[in-house]
T-cell receptor
Framework: AQSVTQLGSHVSVSEGALVLLRCNYSSSVPPYLFWYVQYPNQGLQLLLKYTSAATLVKGINGFEAEFKKSETSFHLTKPSAHMSDAAEYFCAVRVEGYQKVTFGTGTKLQVIP | DAGVTQSPTHLIKTRGQHVTLRCSPISGHKSVSWYQQVLGQGPQFIFQYYEKEERGRGNFPDRFSARQFPNYSSELNVNALLLGDSALYLC??????????????FGPGTRLTVL
C-alpha cells in the first residue's frame, strides 16, 4: 500500500523567507510523487511531479522538490515566500500499475508580511 | 482552452436523497477520476474511468457509482445520502489514464452539503 505523511498541518513563514513543506512517502515499489496547491474554494493545481527522472524537480511559481529515496522524502521548497503563496499544499503518491492517487492531509501555508 | 468543468458548483440535499454530479474533461482527455475531499482532509480517490470503463475504485460504499459517456464526460451518483457525504467532490481528467506519469488536471469541484 502507498501513503504519504505531511509533517505540520500549518506552517507560517515571513514574506521573503524560505518555504519548506515536508512530505514522507511509503511505498513498496518506486513511486511517482506530486505536489499540488489548493487556493480557497478552488480545485487542485499541479506544482510539480517526480517520475523517476531527475531527483531534483522544478515546478511552477519558483517551487522545487527533491526526491530522496534513502529518506523516503519529497520535501517542497521555495527560496523566498510571497504573499500569493498562501494556500494549502498537498503531497500525493501514485505507484506504477495502479490508478489510485493517494493524497496527504495537507499543509496550510501562511505568509506573514 | 477550457479546463475541467464541473456542475453544479454547490448543492444542498437532505439525508436519504440521491445526487448526480457532472464533469466535463479537458478536450482530448479520455480519463476522468473522482475524488472526495472532506473539510480539513486531503482528497480521497473514489473512481477512475478510461474509455468508458472503470479502471480503479477506492474504498467507498456501493452507494457511490459513476459512469463515463462516449464524449468522455462523466457523472458521479450517490444514493441514500448521509451527513458524512458532505464534502467537496473533485473531478480530474488526464490524457490517457493508463500512463502513470500522466498529469491529472482538476476541476473547481462541487460542494455538496447534506442536511
Amino acid at each position: 500500500a502507498q501513503s504519504v505523511t505531511q509533517l505540520g498541518s500549518h506552517v507560517s513563514v515571513s514574506e521573503g523567507a524560505l518555504v519548506l513543506l515536508r512530505c514522507n512517502y511509503s511505498s513498496s515499489v518506486p513511486p511517482y510523487l506530486f505536489w499540488y496547491v489548493q487556493y480557497p474554494n478552488q480545485g487542485l493545481q499541479l506544482l510539480l511531479k517526480y517520475t523517476s527522472a531527475a531527483t531534483l524537480v522544478k515546478g511552477i511559481n519558483g517551487f522545487e522538490a527533491e526526491f530522496k529515496k534513502s529518506e523516503t522524502s519529497f520535501h517542497l521548497t521555495k527560496p523566498s515566500a510571497h504573499m500569493s503563496d498562501a494556500a494549502e499544499y498537498f503531497c500525493a503518491v501514485r505507484v506504477e500499475g495502479y490508478q489510485k492517487v493517494t493524497f496527504g492531509t495537507g499543509t496550510k501555508l501562511q505568509v506573514i508580511p | 482552452d477550457a479546463g475541467v468543468t464541473q456542475s453544479p458548483t454547490h448543492l444542498i440535499k437532505t439525508r436519504g436523497q440521491h445526487v448526480t454530479l457532472r464533469c466535463s474533461p479537458i478536450s482530448g482527455h479520455k480519463s476522468v477520476s473522482w475524488y472526495q475531499q472532506v473539510l480539513g482532509q486531503g482528497p480521497q480517490f473514489i473512481f477512475q474511468y478510461y474509455e468508458k470503463e472503470e479502471r480503479g475504485r477506492g474504498n467507498f460504499p456501493d452507494r457511490f457509482s459513476a459512469r463515463q459517456f462516449p464524449n468522455y464526460s462523466s457523472e458521479l451518483n450517490v444514493n441514500a445520502l448521509l451527513l458524512g457525504d458532505s464534502a467537496l467532490y473533485l473531478c480530474a481528467s488526464s490524457p490517457r489514464g493508463t500512463r502513470d506519469t500522466d498529469t491529472q488536471y482538476f476541476g473547481p469541484g462541487t460542494r455538496l452539503t447534506v442536511l
